[in-house]
């Protein structure tokens, strides 16, 4: 039943959306099907694949469904070694964690999982579209609406844009920190399930701190098709992905570093205190930007599982497969495929606890939901988070701080990691207040 909810919640907005369609709209999203098999056909044929492992399902009647037993979950327990460097030695002091160890570790995430974001990228020049003078439940705020126009004179033919809204605590007269979210877009005439939640915007203006929408979609598609369009098809000029490529993951990180170049610009903001949040694939998205730029003070990565803080080692709801079929592979990069065939899990130089150790020693907050979120994989996340432990130690700091998985509800943050598992399923709603309060406690802002 629980499954069958968590199901429904997934394909409620595609099942509204499928009611409302023109004749014109299901025809385009046959178009982008096509294209995407096409281009998933063809990096297959780039690495010399012919043939990938299935994914696992996520209905339990399903033909190979999920793994959900907990005996069975760890076929490969042990990980690789963070505090070894490729050549054998022993890593034992800050600095050779950072001047060595750290860029091996880079260099495999973006040559194996995520690809190499492109150097040289195209300048992006911030518009604000509109500012207004609005009310957020009682509080008077100021709201920024921003385009990201990419510099595309090398390729005229692809446009890119960014859109971002950033929302200010007028009250505040001294640079507030922010948090920004990575926003789905639902399709039009979707509206969310109700919820009696105070909206996370109205949290964190309450605090005094400013509220950032940022939308991945708007700069890279959320689809195989669009990796020749947005800002990788832009770089490419139009042509298909080499494997070592750049995927949507790192294409979205990109655009959340830029919107913190814009920060820094504004006066009204403290741009050593800004946190990135994303849900589930935002989740992973929120985790690839912690991970890769070191100016992020923390984060809320919500629900990410495989791909994101989940241990791609685990055999327990989604697993690799699933990533590299061609509803997802464009999130990754065209050379992480071949861990779904020929190679395997355990074939990976990486895995979560490795991305983990690139966001320490800063501080950030593991979100999960019970009842309804096992396809992320909650504990296979708190593994990692235990798993890159040594590297927060080094750096003299308590990473997670504890080995056991807590209980429903029961918050860890004596450490630079917060987790919290609340009982509602695929959702964030019910962390929010957790989250900003360990952002408050750990970049002490209160
Ligand atoms: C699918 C996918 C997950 C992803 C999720 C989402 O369930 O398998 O990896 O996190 O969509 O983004 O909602």
């Excluded at 999920?66 to 890593?91: C, H, I, Q, R």
């Excluded at 091996?104 to 040559?111: G, Q, S």
């Excluded at 979205?252 to 946190?275: C, F, H, R, Y």
Aim: hydrophobic fraction near 40%; aromatic fraction near 10%; proline fraction near 8%.
């Amino acid at each position: 039943m629980k499954k069958l909810c968590f199901l429904v919640y997934l394909l409620l907005p595609m099942l509204v959306f499928a009611q409302q369609r023109t004749p014109e709209q299901d025809s385009l999203i046959a178009q982008t099907q096509r294209k995407t098999k096409a281009d998933h056909a063809d990096m297959l044929q780039q690495l010399g694949i012919k043939e990938l492992r299935p994914g696992r399902s996520g209905n339990p009647n399903g033909t190979n469904p999920a793994n959900y037993d907990e005996s069975k979950a760890n076929p490969f327990p042990n990980l690789p070694e963070l505090l070894t460097l490729n050549n054998g030695k022993k890593v034992s002091t800050k600095k050779q964690w950072e001047y060595h160890r750290r860029p091996e570790i880079v260099k495999i995430f973006d040559e194996e999982i995520y690809g190499i974001t492109p150097e040289n990228l195209p300048k992006v020049n911030w518009v604000l579209q509109s500012t207004k003078n609005e009310k957020m439940g009682k509080y008077d705020v100021n709201v920024l609406t921003y385009k990201g126009q990419v510099d595309n004179h090398l390729y005229p033919s692809i446009s890119v844009n960014i859109d971002l809204t950033i929302t200010l605590p007028t009250r505040i007269k001294k640079p507030v920190p922010v948090v920004m979210e990575f926003a789905f877009v639902f399709p039009p005439g979707f509206n969310p399930p109700p919820s009696n939640e105070i909206p996370w915007k109205e949290q964190v203006i309450a605090k005094g701190w400013g509220a950032a929408v940022i939308i991945p979609a708007s700069f890279q598609a959320d689809n195989g098709a669009g990796l020749t369009e947005g800002i990788i098809g832009l770089v490419n000029k139009g042509k298909r992905r080499s494997p070592s490529d750049w995927g949507t993951l790192k294409a979205w990180a990109w655009g959340a570093s830029k919107a913190l170049d814009l920060m820094e610009t504004i006066p009204q903001i403290n741009a050593e205190k800004v946190a990135i949040m994303g849900h589930s694939r935002f989740g992973k998205a929120a985790a690839v930007t912690m991970a890769y730029d070191t100016r992020f003070a923390t984060g809320y990565i919500a629900s990410s599982g495989e791909g994101g803080l989940k241990l791609h080692r685990r055999d327990f709801g989604e697993i690799v497969e699933n990533i590299a079929g061609s509803g997802l592979y464009h999130w990754m990069s065209g050379s992480f495929l071949k861990y779904a065939g020929p190679k395997g899990w355990n074939d990976l130089p990486i895995d979560a606890h490795s991305l983990i150790s690139l966001i320490a020693p800063r501080p950030f907050f593991i979100g999960v939901g019970n009842n309804g979120d096992n396809w992320t994989d909650p504990k296979g996340m708190f593994m990692a988070a235990v798993g890159a432990e040594p590297v927060y130690q080094l750096m003299g700091k308590t990473g997670i701080g504890a080995t056991e998985f807590p209980a429903v509800e029961q918050m860890i943050d004596w450490g630079q990691i917060g987790f919290r598992l609340h009982p509602k399923g695929h959702v964030t709603g019910p962390n929010w207040p957790s989250f900003i309060e360990f952002m408050a406690k750990k970049l002490k802002l209160d």
